[in-house]
């Protein structure tokens, strides 16, 4: 049975209470539910497609409604939100895209590399409508932006503060899918780690391989995986896995050690506020200002095509100082912002592959 595409109209002032409405996490298609916009009916419209999880993973796909939301209020534009559906098609999001720019919305962006075979697809049907997808190049065209970061970087610099935190000489990394852009989280963590200590251990767990993306959705995978690491003595651990994360981030506080976030500045999410206390720090991508500013682009007669790379010479990734007992480890702030140098100075040069 094909599946229907949720979509709906972006409010400034309800958008924020949908936000935290569903920041506790977990996938539901009431989600996307808000008010109609405030924004006059000849507003400009735009549009998100999220990726596997939805709003309300307290990770990527909020970043990236965090920007829509920012558009909506500064920019005077009509924000529309499309949820995934569990176990979905190329065929659900090719149906999504091409619901999406029939529209009108201009740009339409899908948030994660899933949507590239779609975007490839539904692109050249819609030549004036512009199409941003988010971590992904493969797939290129006259009105297609690719909006990708340099996710290694900033892992590497959360290898540094790991390494420099741990009691134990042990860390864990867990990746949510084993694809390579997450495989570029882990490099960079590695490297980072070895480079700051030779002799620190490095536990390694991806929770799904493809097709599977369970691994990005999934809490319950992120709390098993962390619960096995820190049984073989992890006592910081970094995972990148969307909303599965967050299951990592609960097991980790639950015994007391350090738990690195991603993607979002993790100890801010208000669905982990219980947990913030042991959130060290979080390696940041700035998805919403890479939405932002595309969203600008379009809406100035200027949209941004071809790759847009955000780096840490950019701030465009980055890793977050939220938590005051980060700040006080002076040793490890200072390890961290020589690094962060060296990069921007290409006397280090990060791997993106394990």
């Given amino acids: 049975m094909r599946r229907i595409t949720r979509i709906a109209t972006v409010g400034i002032a309800s958008a924020a209470l949908a936000l935290s409405a569903t920041a506790c996490g977990g996938k539901k298609s009431s989600d996307t539910s808000s008010s109609p916009s405030s924004s006059s009916s000849s507003a400009k419209a735009i549009a998100l497609a999220y990726d596997i999880g939805g709003r309300g993973d307290q990770s990527f796909n909020d970043a990236a409604y965090a920007g829509l939301q920012k558009a909506v209020k500064e920019l005077g534009v009509k924000g529309s939100e499309a949820e995934p559906t569990e176990g979905e098609g190329e065929a659900d999001k090719v149906q999504r ?39 992904d190049t493969s797939v290129t065209g006259p009105n297609i932006a690719n909006l990708v970061f340099s996710e290694e970087q900033g892992s590497y610099l959360a290898g540094v503060a790991a390494a420099k935190a741990s009691k134990t000489g042990t860390v864990g990394f867990i990746g949510g899918v084993e694809v390579p852009l997450i495989k570029k989280f882990e ?135 939220s938590n005051p007992e980060y700040k006080k480890m002076t040793d490890l702030t200072a390890a961290v912002e020589k690094a962060k140098a060296d990069i921007i100075a290409k006397k280090i040069t990060v791997k993106t592959a394990p």
């Fill in 97 to 135: 895209l091409t619901e999406l720019a029939r529209k009108g919305n201009n740009p339409v962006i899908g948030v994660g590399f899933s949507y590239a075979p779609a975007i490839k697809k539904v692109a050249p049907k819609f030549p004036n409508t512009t199409f941003g997808i988010i971590d």
């Fill in 187 to 321: 490099a960079g963590f590695t490297q980072g780690v070895k480079d700051t200590n030779p002799n620190a251990k490095v536990l390694s767990q991806y929770l799904t391989q493809p097709p599977n993306f369970d691994g990005f959705s999934k809490p319950d995978l992120g709390k098993a995986a962390a619960q096995g690491q820190l049984d073989a003595g992890a006592d910081v651990i970094y995972a990148a896995a969307g909303l599965a994360g967050s299951g990592a981030i609960e097991a980790t506080a639950g015994k007391g050690k350090w738990a690195i976030g991603v993607d979002s500045d993790q100890y801010n999410q208000a669905g982990l506020s219980k947990y913030k206390d042991h959130i060290l720090t979080s390696v940041t991508k700035d998805v919403s200002d890479a939405v932002f500013n595309e969203i600008k682009s379009v809406q100035d007669g200027k949209p941004g095509i071809g790759e847009i790379r955000y780096g840490l010479d950019k701030d465009g990734v980055g890793l977050a100082d």
